[in-house]
């Protein structure tokens, strides 16, 4: 990799328990001695803590996900929206940030690199994917997608003067996610930050509470369909929204936990921004291990629903993608770490 100038922080867990979501003979918890220590988030250097419910948790925060076997965009709701176990797929053990990326994290990225000069490396990025190792990993042919100077990052950033979280000089939006990134401007930071993007099954699988197969990232028990603005932030309707009323936005990362987490404490995994990830839209592969959709689409899968989306669009199984070049008003990027 050849960023430079960044220190690594490292979240080291506390004492804390996970349980396997498979189960085992004697439903044993996981401790942190099954994962380890934190992978680095690199760049969230001096950041203060400004996440979550009120306004005092690390931005930072890494959780990890234990890994297993479920059905991708299969859910066990009562209205049978996704009621197809077709698509099966086995995720490894990896670690997911549980926050999205927050404008105050992409200001640091800016301003670490500032004349955009440093790009990731042929391959940065890259991991074990569909059975084969190096995969995923960054293109030199995708560096001119990225802004080659502050100012044209800065335009790029005001995508949508309406709905954009981003605001040219530090104020009131640093802990709201950020909005307007590209496909490889997120993958850039994640790579950068010393993660990755994460594929379209590793989301699926946190969001949906791997074999529980949530109907939404919080419901407990699986099939529990409840919504509400404790929950997410999205529309309600009719012309009525959870934030700005009649308008809708996006709000502080974190602002519905713990109510609105998903299993392994994971916030704003529905509602307020969609996520990038690193899968082509096109049919799943199936059965299939850590596996990633690398070629055959036009544009790249997002998760998630964003503020103005209803409850649908929010549900744990649902699809959607863009274009990889766009920079919209309701796309953002969670990374993802081994």
């Given amino acids: 990799m050849r960023f430079v100038g960044v220190l690594a922080l490292a979240v080291v867990g506390c004492g804390r328990i996970y349980f396997d979501p498979l189960g085992s003979a004697d439903d044993a918890p996981l401790t942190d001695a099954d994962f380890g ?40 709701g009562a209205d049978l929206m996704y009621p197809d176990m077709i698509y099966p797929a086995t995720v490894t053990s990896f670690w997911l940030d549980k926050y999205p990326v927050t404008v105050g994290r992409y200001r640091l990225y800016l301003a670490m690199n500032q004349d955009m000069a440093v790009v990731p490396g042929a391959g940065d990025g890259g991991r074990t994917l569909n059975g084969i190792p190096n995969q995923g990993g960054w293109q030199t042919a995708w560096n001119n997608q990225l802004p080659a100077t502050p100012t044209a990052q800065n335009l790029a950033n005001n995508c949508d003067l309406a709905d954009q979280t981003w605001t040219d000089t530090p104020g009131a939006n640093e802990s709201l996610p950020m909005s307007c990134l590209s496909w490889y401007d997120a993958m850039a930071f994640c790579i950068w930050d010393g993660g990755f993007l994460p594929t379209e099954a590793e989301w699926n699988f946190a969001a949906s509470g791997g074999t529980e197969h949530r109907v939404y990232p919080w419901s407990n028990p699986p099939d529990f369909a409840m919504i509400d603005c404790s929950y997410a932030n999205y529309f309600i309707g009719p012309a009525t929204h959870c934030t700005n009323g009649s308008i809708g936005a996006a709000n502080r990362v974190g602002s519905e936990s713990p109510a609105g987490d998903a299993r392994w404490g994971h916030a704003d995994m529905a509602g307020n921004m969609w996520e990038w990830v690193i899968d082509w839209d096109a049919p799943y592969p199936t059965p299939c291990t850590d596996c990633a959709i690398l070629s055959g689409g036009t544009a790249r899968g997002t998760r998630g629903g964003y503020f103005k989306n209803q409850a649908n669009n929010l549900r744990s199984a649902n699809r959607s993608s863009d274009n990889p070049p766009a920079r919209v008003q309701h796309v953002g990027v969670r990374c993802a770490r081994r």
């Fill in 37 to 76: 220590d934190a992978p680095p988030v690199l760049g969230c250097i001096g950041l203060p803590a400004t996440c979550g419910p009120t306004g005092t948790n690390d931005c930072c925060e890494t959780l990890p996900v234990p890994g297993g076997m479920f059905f991708r965009s299969y859910d066990v």
